[in-house]
């Protein structure tokens, strides 16, 4: 689960329940850890003395700092990058101002990462998942202890660098959707903040501060449960429709596994455009029917894999009885396979024919119709394939956009075996954002998936068109779109005036001379590193 897991099950060492996952996970090291697929995550669990109450991160209790040390988000073997606050460290005319002043250079208020600030700040308060004011307003109290702190401690200097992370809006987007993300801005982000000014004002530090307002990711709108239906048909022996029944969508960020053996569970999740895992061990079962050959097992929760105990594909609770784990995440999934070896082995040369053949399947299901390579690929004949995408592909019959295979370290698309080049290199067109760039930043053999599905999000696409696989949130994040890509960027002065603000980030995002927008290079974009340290330079030197 992203922040919480933060790839803590690659440690060599056990150093505690901070450091590890803990048994209680059941994840295989090295597999991407996502409650919505796979394994079941801390959501599913409810208490944290499962798994011990700092699981997810140390806790500070007023502004008392915390330390960075055990916390896996902050290991530099885990988060290799140099953060900002390391930089700013490392930096000597900095450092001997605050040795000499007094205060801390650099404080980090309610976020994740805080690896070489001078003061981390996290949170109070246990909360669940869709606590969207309530995260927002424990944000707000942890930044006013430090500003209460600051006042007491007369005579100290203010921070060259304060970050605040406000976690309410992105919770707000995923369960409300976007309309609720704007109403959630205006209405309570954008009061939190004015009380930050304020407060500021209050202590004489606000005219001589610069303000960056920047997200750390951007939102794409999905469908919500008003917008889409299944109809059920009920019909006699001889096939004849006797009646109808329409189901509204199921839109939540929970995971359905429970009692999924009933109406009332599956047929919202068939009305939707979200990918279950269930929906996935349904194909799989179909195709071993047709074809005994083809025989994958995905693994899926007890209360899913049930369903599948006397089919010989389909999905499987026993991590060594699946040969397939799907690790869905909205608009990306890993998908590994177990191969010929185990789980604690990558898929070796003799295995690519099968991953194919895997990957195969996920195209012949999920993105296109291709009677022929159903056929000669997996020996499913036209009238039983058409069937088949019909009554178990569904909406989802163009779901999946574009489908990488990892091949001799690299990732490749698949492009089918019917095609005169069965994988090529990657090349998606202007719909993705520096695409090449950040798959080759995602591919770790000892981690990432042996196939990545990038589902069918697109920004300029209708919601209707967009789809995902997990859990079908009103909002998601985390694909190559421009709607979760490019995110605003806003550098203020109210102190001072835009000359100023100008001067101080020159030679930041401006394209070469003579040059234009290019987007290998991503020029006209700022970075906010960039600007910080631009910004700190030029203040207290080198």
């Known amino acids: 689960?992203?922040?919480?897991?933060?790839?803590?099950?690659?440690?060599?060492?056990?150093?505690?329940?901070?450091?590890?996952?803990?048994?209680?996970?059941?994840?295989?090291?090295?597999?991407?850890?996502?409650?919505?697929?796979?394994?079941?995550?801390?959501?599913?669990?409810?208490?944290?003395?499962?798994?011990?109450?700092?699981?997810?991160?140390?806790?500070?209790?007023?502004?008392?700092?915390?330390?960075?040390?055990?916390?896996?988000?902050?290991?530099?073997?885990?988060?290799?990058?140099?953060?900002?606050?390391?930089?700013?460290?490392?930096?000597?005319?900095?450092?001997?101002?605050?040795?000499?002043?007094?205060?801390?250079?650099?404080?980090?208020?309610?976020?994740?990462?805080?690896?070489?600030?001078?003061?981390?700040?996290?949170?109070?308060?246990?909360?669940?998942?869709?606590?969207?004011?309530?995260?927002?307003?424990?944000?707000?109290?942890?930044?006013?202890?430090?500003?209460?702190?600051?006042?007491?401690?007369?005579?100290?200097?203010?921070?060259?660098?304060?970050?605040?992370?406000?976690?309410?809006?992105?919770?707000?987007?995923?369960?409300?959707?976007?309309?609720?993300?704007?109403?959630?801005?205006?209405?309570?982000?954008?009061?939190?903040?004015?009380?930050?000014?304020?407060?500021?004002?209050e202590l004489d530090e606000f005219d001589n501060k610069l303000f960056i307002i920047v997200s750390d990711h951007g939102m794409t709108g999905m469908l919500e449960s008003s917008q889409m239906n299944y109809v059920q048909y009920i019909k006699d022996e001889n096939g004849t429709v006797l009646d109808q029944k329409k189901w509204p969508g199921y839109d939540s960020c929970k995971l359905q596994y429970k009692d999924f053996n009933s109406d009332k569970k599956r047929y919202p999740e068939l009305a939707n455009n979200n990918l279950h895992i269930w929906e996935l061990a349904e194909g799989f079962k179909w195709i071993e029917k047709e074809n005994s050959d083809v025989s994958y097992r995905v693994l899926a929760p007890r209360e899913i894999a049930d369903l599948y105990m006397?089919?010989?594909?389909?999905?499987?609770?026993?991590?060594?009885?699946?040969?397939?784990?799907?690790?869905?995440?909205?608009?990306?999934?890993?998908?590994?396979?177990?191969?010929?070896?185990?789980?604690?082995?990558?898929?070796?040369?003799d295995d690519q024919v099968e991953l194919r053949r895997l990957a195969e399947v996920f195209r012949v299901l999920y993105q296109e119709e291709v009677l022929q390579e159903a056929a000669d690929v997996l020996g499913i004949d036209e009238i039983s394939y058409l069937k088949l995408r019909e009554e178990k592909s569904g909406r989802l019959q163009s779901s999946i956009d574009k489908i990488l295979i990892r091949e001799d370290g690299v990732y490749k698309e698949f492009n089918g075996y019917g095609s005169s080049q069965v994988t090529s290199d990657i090349s998606f067109g202007s719909a993705y954002i520096q695409y090449r760039a950040r798959i080759e930043g995602l591919n770790n053999p000892d981690r990432s998936g042996d196939i990545i599905l990038i589902m069918r999000d697109k920004t300029e696409e209708h919601e209707s068109q967009r789809f995902t696989c997990g859990v079908a949130c009103k909002a998601w994040h985390g694909g190559l779109n421009p709607g979760d890509s490019y995110v605003p960027f806003i550098l203020a002065y109210p102190g001072g005036n835009a000359a100023e603000v100008e001067r101080l980030r020159e030679g930041i995002g401006n394209c070469p001379e003579g040059g234009s927008y290019c987007e290998e290079c991503a020029c006209g974009n700022w970075k906010v590193t960039d600007v910080i340290m631009q910004v700190i330079q030029k203040q207290y030197g080198q």
């Open 1 to 201: 689960m992203g922040n919480e897991f933060f790839a803590r099950d690659l440690l060599d060492v056990d150093d505690g329940v901070i450091n590890s996952v803990p048994p209680i996970f059941g994840n295989p090291k090295g597999l991407i850890s996502f409650s919505s697929g796979a394994f079941r995550g801390y959501d599913s669990f409810g208490k944290l003395d499962l798994v011990g109450s700092e699981f997810f991160i140390p806790r500070s209790s007023g502004a008392d700092a915390v330390s960075v040390e055990g916390t896996p988000q902050n290991h530099p073997e885990l988060y290799r990058a140099e953060t900002v606050y390391e930089l700013l460290g490392a930096m000597e005319g900095l450092r001997d101002y605050y040795e000499k002043a007094g205060g801390d250079a650099t404080v980090v208020v309610h976020s994740h990462y805080g690896r070489g600030a001078d003061r981390w700040l996290t949170w109070d308060l246990e909360v669940a998942f869709g606590e969207s004011e309530l995260l927002e307003q424990m944000s707000w109290d942890k930044m006013n202890d430090y500003l209460e702190y600051f006042e007491a401690e007369d005579g100290i200097r203010f921070p060259a660098l304060t970050v605040w992370y406000l976690p309410g809006l992105d919770h707000q987007a995923h369960k409300e959707g976007m309309g609720a993300y704007r109403d959630f801005l205006i209405e309570r982000t954008d009061g939190h903040i004015a009380d930050v000014v304020g407060s500021l004002r």
């Open 310 to 349: 006397v089919s010989p594909a389909g999905a499987r609770s026993d991590l060594e009885e699946a040969n397939v784990i799907a690790a869905f995440n909205g608009p990306m999934a890993h998908i590994y396979f177990k191969g010929s070896g185990s789980w604690s082995t990558q898929p070796g040369t």
